[in-house]
């Protein structure tokens, strides 16, 4: 369901992305905390992120932040983009006076709670990889990490190709050599995270290629469940709806609303362009 906010019918949840993948992670969310209201923006007139330097990528994610709380009205913030969780989650969190979730320390701990051998790999684009956001954050929780940046999935991702041979055997070669570095490196990882918000289209495609003893971690997932602990309030009758959903975008309103459905699983309806500046 889109459209307006509505007073009183559940908590307004806003989620921000430098595109449309954190769509994944409104997707879970919307499994998980049914009757909040929903305000989503994509960045997409600025993004790559990655190609920011750190000081600009905190001006714009905080600049995004300020537009869901101020003009939207959200009372918590989910940052569903790995690199603006990476390198700007303190300059998000300054610039909002609302409780801030980013996707990296959810991943991190569900990765710890499920690996017995304390070793677990992180697939990622370049600019997550290259922070090394991932790795600190399993570190901090006694988890060595292996990471890898995997740049040619996000595109065969947004071309459709979740499914095509192509994209299997491109996930095969990365894993390959994934695997390879950890065994020279003496570790047994039993875990694989997903660092990146395109990559839950592609699970059921990675689940088949992993070795049977490695287990899938979706940070989109693992954000939605920590998001349902810290964000949740009690659900009156009379906010016992479908959320409610409104989708804003800084550029191509057409590319996401043709791209995005399939990010969500269901149409994202109208999408509004908004001017955040340069």
């Known amino acids: 369901m889109t459209g307006e906010m509505t007073e009183g019918k559940g908590p307004v949840i806003g989620v921000f992305d430098s595109g449309f993948g954190g769509l994944t992670v409104l997707r879970a969310l919307l499994r998980r905390i049914p009757h909040a209201q929903y305000a989503f923006l994509g960045d997409t007139a600025r993004l790559p992120y990655g190609s920011k330097s750190r000081r600009t990528i905190a001006r714009y994610a905080a600049e995004s932040a300020q537009f869901l709380v101020n003009e939207q009205g959200a009372e918590f913030l989910v940052i569903a983009c790995n690199t603006a969780s990476a390198l700007a989650l303190d300059a998000i969190q300054e610039a909002v006076p609302v409780p801030v979730l980013g996707v990296i320390e959810p991943g991190a701990a569900s990765a710890r709670a499920a690996s017995r051998t304390g070793d677990a790999l992180v697939i990622a684009t370049d600019a997550t990889v290259q922070s090394h956001a991932y790795a600190a954050a399993c570190r901090a929780r006694g988890l060595r990490a292996?990471?890898?940046?995997?740049?040619?999935?996000?595109?065969?991702?947004?071309?459709?190709?979740?499914?095509?041979?192509?994209?299997?055997?491109?996930?095969?070669?990365?894993?390959?050599?994934?695997?390879?570095?950890?065994?020279?490196?003496?570790?047994?990882?039993?875990?694989?995270?997903?660092?990146?918000?395109?990559?839950?289209?592609?699970?059921?495609?990675?689940?088949?290629?992993?070795?049977?003893?490695?287990?899938?971690?979706?940070?989109?997932?693992?954000?939605?469940?920590?998001?349902?602990?810290?964000?949740?309030?009690?659900?009156?009758?009379?906010?016992?709806?479908?959320?409610?959903?409104?989708?804003?975008?800084?550029?191509?309103?057409e590319k996401f609303e043709r791209l995005g459905s399939r990010f969500l699983e269901q149409p994202v309806g109208r999408v509004d362009l908004i001017d955040l500046g340069g």
């Open 146 to 253: 292996l990471e890898k940046a995997c740049p040619l999935l996000v595109p065969l991702v947004e071309e459709g190709w979740t499914q095509h041979p192509v994209t299997a055997e491109v996930f095969r070669i990365y894993l390959q050599e994934l695997l390879q570095q950890a065994a020279s490196e003496g570790m047994c990882p039993d875990t694989l995270v997903l660092g990146c918000t395109h990559y839950p289209l592609l699970r059921p495609l990675i689940a088949q290629a992993v070795p049977p003893e490695i287990r899938v971690i979706d940070s989109a997932e693992a954000t939605a469940e920590t998001a349902a602990r810290l964000f949740a309030t009690p659900v009156s009758k009379s906010g016992s709806h479908a959320g409610q959903i409104r989708c804003f975008a800084t550029d191509s309103v």
